[in-house]
């Protein structure tokens, strides 16, 4: 098992930036992909970015230039820059681990809310 703590969400003006960590405990040699998913008001939950063990990448379209995803394997901790943040990024931001194995494990969220 794998559990998943999140911090460093917020209330921010848009424009503004906010940084997202998530450290990771137990198995944690069983991790390959982490990353962050969101979930906005009356939307599905979408991926933002994931990151490999190996430093592979992946973001959705909407977050491309604005955030960057970042990890440091030593502290089992994955990061969350936000930049130029807009009112549509108000969401539930839910840090996402998975095996090697296919095993998923989730955070309990954290909020998000950029003021207009």
């Known amino acids: 098992q794998v559990q998943l703590v999140e911090s460093g969400g917020g209330l921010v003006q848009a424009g503004g930036s906010l940084r997202l960590s998530c450290v990771a405990s137990g198995s944690v040699f069983s991790i390959n992909v982490m990353g962050w998913y969101r979930q906005r008001p009356g939307k599905q939950r979408e991926l933002v970015a994931s990151m490999s063990k190996f430093g592979v990448t992946d973001y959705a379209d909407s977050v491309k230039g604005r955030f960057a995803i970042s990890r440091d394997n030593a502290k089992n901790t994955v990061y969350l820059q936000m930049n130029s943040l807009e009112p549509e990024d108000t969401a539930v931001y839910y840090c996402?681990?998975?095996?090697?194995?296919?095993?998923?494990?989730w955070g309990q969220g954290t909020q998000v809310t950029v003021s207009s």
């Open positions: 996402n681990a998975r095996g090697y194995s296919g095993a998923i494990f």
